[in-house]
């Protein structure tokens, strides 16, 4: 990023996402989870999933010569992943799902706003990428739950929120390939809000 190879960060990223979700898949199926191994997850994850993006929306911010100084927003990506991170590793809990949106979907929401060239109605600029960023940073030290990718089972019965976005991330794959990438983290937000809600109302009634 500091050479201006930008090129080079769009692969790279893709590789942390991979390491992050291989490291936890080796560590259980060794057996081998351990303290060290969780906070140095964590930095990592506060390097690529905190630092990065940081870094990047302050560069496409910093493009604007109106209200220049809004680029400093761009430090809040940082910060809140660096408070949810901490405060993930201070709770113990053995559900699979997320409390908060996860570190790299946030991450990843940002990265691809960065590198999409499709935007309908041209809704990004300088005004709403701040609202996004003021958002998600709320999002990711909520206590709303968000559904993680990891099946149980493979009844759809258990799973529609997980069968849902895979569904409708391959179509908008197929339709715009990786230019629709925030467009799935948007649904999986949008899913994860309405199936809280749905299952609040659920229970409530009966």
Known sequence: MLSDKYDIVYYLFFICLISDYLDGFFAKKLNY??????????????????????????????????????????????????????????????????????????????????????????????????????????????????????FSNLTIKDNPERFLIIFISLILIFIKGFDSLYIIILVYTFISLCSKFFKRSYKHNI
């Open 33 to 150: 989870i351990t303290d060290f191994g969780r906070e140095l997850d964590s930095l990592a994850d506060l390097i690529s999933f905190g630092v990065v993006p940081s870094f990047l929306i302050f560069s496409w911010l910093n493009q604007f010569e109106s209200l220049n100084n809004l680029k400093y927003f761009s430090i809040l990506i940082l910060l809140f992943s660096a408070f949810r991170l901490a405060k993930f590793n201070s709770e113990s809990t053995k559900s699979n799902d997320f409390k908060g949106l996860p570190t790299p979907a946030n991450a990843l929401l940002l990265f691809s706003l960065y590198y999409s060239n499709y935007f309908p109605l041209d809704f990004l600029t300088q005004y709403s990428m701040i609202f996004i960023i003021i958002l998600s940073s709320f999002l990711m030290i909520s206590k709303i739950k968000f559904f993680s990718m990891k």
